[in-house]
């Protein structure tokens, strides 16, 4: 196994405790990808330096440890500009540099399955690659005695920007094709009431799936464990209707997957009600919840009416008060109980806490998607009420 370290950097906009929170992400998504964190590194400074992204004793510091402990991977919470890559890959010629970006788009092409997830990921991993081409042309600046030297070398950019550039284009066509396809096969089930499940990553989206439709679709503690958008057919109550389970939302996507995957999320813009489910015994689920919102409202479908299911109660933990502790109450110490009579459980949305894995609260859930459901249906066809 790969051995790597994590670099998160303390600004004015992003304080100790959340660089360590987002540090602890990036870890989780390195194990997913395969690598074993050894260690973090952060720096508190104004803005990422232009040139290697930390300052220069820091960087010298990371250098003397990557050395004495054979680390193989160096990863940057933060997206590196071209020139950073290629300072930062001089410091360190013999290890793998990468930004946060570059290490989800490698999990993303570990994960896909299906020729359209394959074919959405080489998508964004070329026009992620394309800006950063020179990178792959810096043995030729150590050349620089040998006439002629540098223009073949740029030369070679060109042409390599060339065809990356024509693979994005052969491959957008490939995707169009591809759409067109899926585009029938959502026509075909567009007489049935439609629920898409959303979430950040990990969540437990494909748990409830199954629970739901009893399948067995690939549900694991990882994260992007589920690539491929999959719909199932769902009966409650006699009222059928269909559950697609789609991929995760995470901090930081980077741009080119939002756009290669618009796609596949066409799921979560033709349904009829969305289904967010918020792993509740995460710290940072508050965060998780925006972070999720802001990428249905990028993808055009804040308009949906929503579900707010909060999962995993059975792994929520708290420390208790003492009863003549008067402090106020934290995310620390305070009880699901407590939670529920917070803004979580006065939403303009509707919401339910339950546990997918355990199938806790789980009739209270299944009750409550039959009235919505029946509600859509009932909006959808008013005269065939047969059903219930």
Not at 53 to 77: A, M, Q, R, T
Not at 220 to 247: H, Q, W
Request: no cysteine; proline share 3%; charged share 30%.
């Amino acid at each position: 196994m790969e051995r790597a370290i994590l670099i998160g950097l303390i600004t004015p906009k992003l304080q100790r405790d959340q660089v360590y929170e987002y540090l602890e992400e990036l870890a989780f998504l390195a194990k997913t990808a395969g690598a074993l964190p050894v260690r973090n590194f952060t720096q508190k400074l104004k803005h990422p330096d232009n040139s290697t992204f930390l300052g220069k004793g820091k960087i010298n510091e990371v250098k003397e440890f990557v050395i004495s402990e054979k680390i193989d991977i160096i990863i940057f919470d933060d997206d590196l500009t071209p020139s950073q890559i290629r300072n930062i890959q001089k410091i360190f010629p013999e290890r793998k540099i990468l930004d946060r970006s570059n290490l989800i788009l490698d999990i993303f092409a570990s994960r896909a399955q299906t020729a359209q997830a394959r074919t959405q990921v080489e998508l964004a991993q070329y026009e992620y690659l394309l800006p950063r081409l020179t990178r792959m042309w810096t043995h030729l600046e150590r050349q620089k005695g040998g006439i002629g030297m540098r223009g073949p070398g740029e030369t070679q950019i060109e042409t390599d920007r060339r065809i990356i550039k024509d693979k994005i284009a052969l491959l957008k066509k490939k995707l169009e094709k591809i759409d067109k396809q899926s585009l029938t096969r959502r026509k075909g089930r567009a007489d049935m009431i439609r629920v898409a499940l959303v979430g950040y990553t990990n969540a437990g989206k494909s748990t409830l799936m199954n629970k739901l439709s009893k399948s067995e679709i690939f549900a694991e503690n990882k994260l992007f464990a589920t690539l491929d958008t999959t719909v199932r057919k769902v009966v409650i109550k006699n009222l059928p209707f269909l559950l697609s389970d789609t991929v995760g939302f995470i901090r930081k996507l980077p741009h080119q997957l939002v756009e290669s995957f618009k796609s596949t999320l066409d799921e979560v813009r033709e349904s009829d009600l969305l289904v967010h489910v918020v792993d509740i015994s995460n710290q940072n689920f508050e965060e998780q919840i925006e972070i999720v919102d802001k990428t249905i409202m990028e993808i055009g479908a804040e308009t949906k009416p929503q579900l707010i299911v909060f999962n995993k109660i059975d792994a929520y933990t708290y420390v208790q008060k003492e009863e003549d502790d008067l402090t106020p109450f934290t995310k620390e110490n305070m009880s699901l109980e407590n939670l529920k009579q917070t803004w979580m459980g006065k939403l303009d949305k509707e919401s339910i806490f339950i546990s997918a894995l355990n199938k806790i609260n789980f009739n209270d859930l299944k009750d409550l998607l039959y009235q919505r459901i029946k509600e859509l249906h009932i909006k959808r066809y008013p005269y065939n009420n047969f059903l219930y």
